[in-house]
């Protein structure tokens, strides 16, 4: 994992997620994890505006919906697999359908990469729970050092080549392990 940003405010937070937004061209898939509050849904809103999103102001969690789509030059996907339960309710690999969370990802697309596409950015929070990613993606994490509410640390790990070059060129962007 790389620091992206330790000890963060909200601003600095969304500054960070809003120039990533501003390097991606579409076929990038993004997970988010963190806590419960730790700000994956503030940091997809910052980044929907950086990556040009028509109403980004509309980036709500999408937890009751399960995935939305945002409109814009390059579309974003978002996801949020909370209510899908912990990763075992999905299933195992040889399996992914069993069980009502598993029909529900399959529902989504989550087995077969139909979510994935060069024209469109996916953005997945509570991606623990998504028990077949994408080889090729940026794992970002978001977490709040122990006793603050405002406070926050980021962290990212890229699993493929593409992903690599974006996290590269983010921190080239943001610096490396800095407020």
Known sequence: MIDVGRDLDEEALTA???ALGG???GGEVL???GPMGAGKTTFVRALARGLGVERPDRVTSPTFALCLTHPGPRPLVHLDLYRLGDPGALGDAEDPGLGGAG???EALGL???ELVGD???VIVEWADRWISPPEDRLEITIDR???SLTRRHLEARATGPRAADLLDRWVAVVGSNTP
């Open 103 to 105: 029909a529900a990802a």
């Open 16 to 18: 960070r997620a809003r």
């Open 31 to 33: 997970l988010l994890g």
């Open 111 to 113: 087995g077969s990469g």
């Open 119 to 121: 024209d469109r950015v």
């Open 145 to 147: 050092p122990r006793g």
């Open 23 to 25: 390097l991606l061209g």
